[in-house]
């Protein structure tokens, strides 16, 4: 064990020692070393993409929908800044992911080499951590130190950059036997007093809420679990941020669907309503909250993180709560059964939801001669859910109805970028996905303007003949922008229409896809079956209809009480203050 | 419309940080990145193996955004411990500055005798300027450079502030 060997080997019998079986990159000047290792071992699978920020997508799609770390191997330069949007992007949805960025030779190092750029500097502020590795002898303990960030309390992505002659020159490396770090200590047990307080809380609650998000997929399948337990213990309604979706089944009685900006109408109502909010591994996002001062004024709030700096940021609340949310929901269930707390039901509460339920809030307008886009998710969910698919998405308004009218039932199989708001996310997520799950079902379901932003990954997709489908909701609007004009600047569509878009079945075919064009109504169910029926990777051009909003919508700045529905007119101007809110 | 700037009071944090490349920028850049203010810093390695540096740091904003600081402050990996000496109770607050005043005749003089007024010492001399090295508080060194303002100040150097907790407990 004691032999020396060059950094790139050290590299690679780390990640090999981690688990590691499948790395997404792109190869350059400075990893030629670990590229020549890579090429000479079997342990270890690469898959090229076709532009580093396909790379980091894939590699947080492949770890939220497998649960693993994913690894992201690019070179210096434009090889680190192209990943730069990526690692953002998993930095603000808590995704685990390790990236390798190669670095010009230490001696190289400020002189404004060849694809030299500071990647750590430009790298300290949108990951976790950060490392520049200086030598061989310490890279083996700094790979399993990244690994170990990355995945361990609030999980993030973490950069390790790798200067050429590190990669070559030797040094010993020895698996670590535990890491511990010196400083950095995420507390993950939560504190039994306060969980017994949230209980006692939650048993007094006349009008409780269970408001849950990422952290309860980031903690684990068993958390899902816990908390339908304790959904069950409790009677309490349920919704969800963006990024819990599936965390509890979409199918269940007590699901209110997603709140927040496009959120339901029984969602935002009862967060409004409620006497108890017990917020579980959700941050009280801009895009839940609305108007921060008329945000659920009557309510007491019990807030479960990991992170501590999530709590009383932006909403302040009367029981913080420190730790992973599946321990204290699971503490939470324990205590619940051993204590029966609770001595009146919820039906006072549960009738007026029903009151709300009944607006029907999701409903959209029919037409027989255009699609409309909600019922293309819908029948797309009706054709796919006994599958269990894994949806990705890009970003835009075909992402909202993804949310609003697909049903997860299962935790890790809803792949959105909810913090960055990245387009161009989904394609090479659902790659990464379907790399880390062969036998599933990944559907993209894209705008066709985000879908542009990566599409060259359809090259990554047919080289390793990933069955991914590509369900595009082509209305030739970057849709929310278009919206947002509509109801903030009287209808001036500046730069939101696209005048030329590809013909994507053509462009499906050019990489060896399958491409379908689905125009009418009554083309739908085909379209999908078909798709469906394909063995290899599809894209679907579906022609939606154009001018559809995305409702409902609390607009940017107003309360969960000021909703507009799908009957209202929604054309106008807004004033400065609301001009100035994202 | 207009964009309302946030006032608070001031706080004085104590920061212990692995000593390792990069962690000031870590730290400035989380001040930077999420609009802190940062009235002044000092850093400086305080183990005999150098492994462990005492940033401080004076900030202000309410109430809220104090917590926020020193939340985001202990989220970051090479962080050991935050503390908010201003929250904790009594502690010592001192400023080195280094004070150049050129004149001659009677402002020569009252420079002098305001330098000793307080307790700055003279560190360098020439026949027509002088150099003071003083400590103390923020205020007292404000209120001398001030005075000095109208005898002949030429330029300053300051280090920003450290400060302990008193009593013989670590904060």
């Known amino acids: 064990m004691s032999k020396e060997r060059p950094g790139a080997e050290i590299l690679i019998e780390a990640l090999v020692d981690l688990g590691v079986d499948v790395v997404f990159g792109y190869p350059g000047g400075a990893v030629l070393p670990i590229y020549d290792a890579m090429f000479k071992q079997n342990r270890i699978r690469h898959i090229l993409v076709r532009q580093e920020g396909g790379a980091v997508h894939a590699a947080e799609g492949y770890a939220r929908s497998t649960g693993k770390p994913g690894v992201v191997l690019v070179t210096s330069g434009p090889g680190a800044t192209n990943a730069v949007t990526g690692i953002t992007d998993a930095l603000m949805d808590s995704i685990p992911i390790v990236v390798i960025t190669g670095q010009v030779a230490t001696t190289l190092i400020g002189t404004d080499a060849f694809q030299e750029c500071d990647t750590v500097g430009i790298t300290r502020h949108c990951s976790k951590h950060n490392y520049l590795v200086k030598d061989p002898n310490r890279l083996g303990d700094t790979i399993h130190e990244a690994f170990y960030l990355a995945t361990s309390g609030r999980p993030g992505p973490v950069v390790v950059d790798l200067p050429k002659d590190v990669q ?81 089944p979409a199918s269940g009685e007590q699901w209110l669907g997603m709140l927040g900006m496009h959120g339901t109408y029984e969602a935002n ?71 029966q707390p609770r001595s009146h039901g919820l039906k006072p509460w549960w009738d007026q939801i029903g009151e709300w339920r009944a607006r029907r809030s999701l409903e959209f307008p029919k037409s027989s001669t255009e699609i409309m886009p909600q019922l293309a998710i819908r029948r797309l969910w009706e054709a796919t859910k006994d599958r269990a698919p894994i949806i990705t998405t890009e970003v835009g308004q075909h992402q909202m109805w993804a949310a609003q009218h697909f049903g997860f039932e299962g935790p890790n199989k809803w792949l959105t970028s909810g913090g960055l708001g990245t387009m161009g996310y989904g394609l090479p997520a659902a790659i990464g996905a379907q790399v880390g799950n062969p036998e599933a079902l990944v559907i993209d379901i894209a705008g066709e303007a985000s879908i542009l932003m990566n599409i060259q990954e359809m090259s990554t997709a047919a080289q390793y003949r990933l069955p991914v489908k590509v369900f595009i909701l082509n209305n030739q609007y970057m849709g929310m922008v278009r919206q947002w004009q509509e109801l903030t600047y009287s209808s001036r569509y500046a730069e939101s229409y696209t005048e030329a878009l590809p013909d994507f079945v053509k462009l499906a075919e050019a990489y060896g896809w399958t491409g379908l064009k689905l125009e009418k109504p009554g083309e739908l169910d085909d379209g999908i079956a078909a798709m469906l029926a394909h063995p290899g990777p599809v894209m679907v051009d579906c022609r939606v209809a154009k001018l559809a909003n995305c409702l409902p919508m609390i607009p940017s700045g107003a309360a969960h009480t000021d909703m507009i529905l799908q009957a209202n007119e929604i054309s106008g101007e807004m004033d400065d203050e609301a001009k100035a809110l994202v | 419309m207009r964009i309302k700037p946030e006032i608070g009071e001031r706080h004085t944090l104590s920061v212990l940080v692995d000593n390792e490349a990069g962690i000031l920028a870590r730290i400035a850049g989380l001040f930077s990145a999420r609009g802190y203010n940062i009235e002044s810093l000092t850093v400086a390695d305080i183990t005999r193996d150098e492994t462990i540096s005492r940033i401080t740091i004076v900030t202000s904003g309410p109430t809220p955004v104090i917590e926020q600081i020193i939340h985001q402050l202990e989220r970051l990996v090479p962080v050991h411990k935050v503390t908010d000496l201003t929250e904790f109770g009594e502690h010592v607050e001192r400023e080195l500055a280094l004070v150049k005043v050129a004149g001659a005749g009677d402002h020569r003089i009252e420079a002098l005798r305001l330098a000793d007024v307080y307790r ?52």
């Open chain 2, 120 to 171: 700055a010492r003279v560190v360098d001399a020439t026949t027509d300027s002088f150099v003071f090295e003083l400590t103390g508080g923020t205020d007292k060194i404000d209120k001398f450079i001030e005075l000095m303002g109208e005898l002949g100040l030429v330029e300053i150097a300051r280090t920003g502030v450290v400060a302990i907790a008193r009593g013989r407990e670590a904060a």
């Open chain 1, 168 to 248: 070559v020159a030797t040094g010993k490396y020895r698996k670590p036997d535990q890491i511990s770090h010196k400083a950095y200590r995420p507390q993950v047990d939560p504190d039994p007093k306060l969980i017994e307080a949230a209980v006692e809380m939650l048993a007094a609650a006349e009008r409780p809420i269970l408001y849950t998000g990422g952290g309860i997929i980031n903690s684990g399948p068993a958390a899902s679990e816990a908390l339908r337990e304790l959904a069950k213990l409790t009677d309490a309604p349920i919704t969800s941020t963006l990024m819990g979706l599936g965390a509890f």
């Open chain 1, 269 to 339: 109502l009862a967060m409004n309503q409620a006497d108890l909010i017990l917020a579980l591994g959700a941050r009280f996002d801009d895009r839940v909250t609305g108007r921060l001062d008329a945000f659920s004024p009557r309510s007491k709030k019990v807030h479960v993180d990991i992170d501590r700096s999530s709590i009383n940021k932006t909403v302040r609340v009367d029981l913080p709560i420190v730790g992973d949310v599946g321990r204290a929901i699971a503490a939470m269930v324990a205590m619940w059964k051993q204590r």
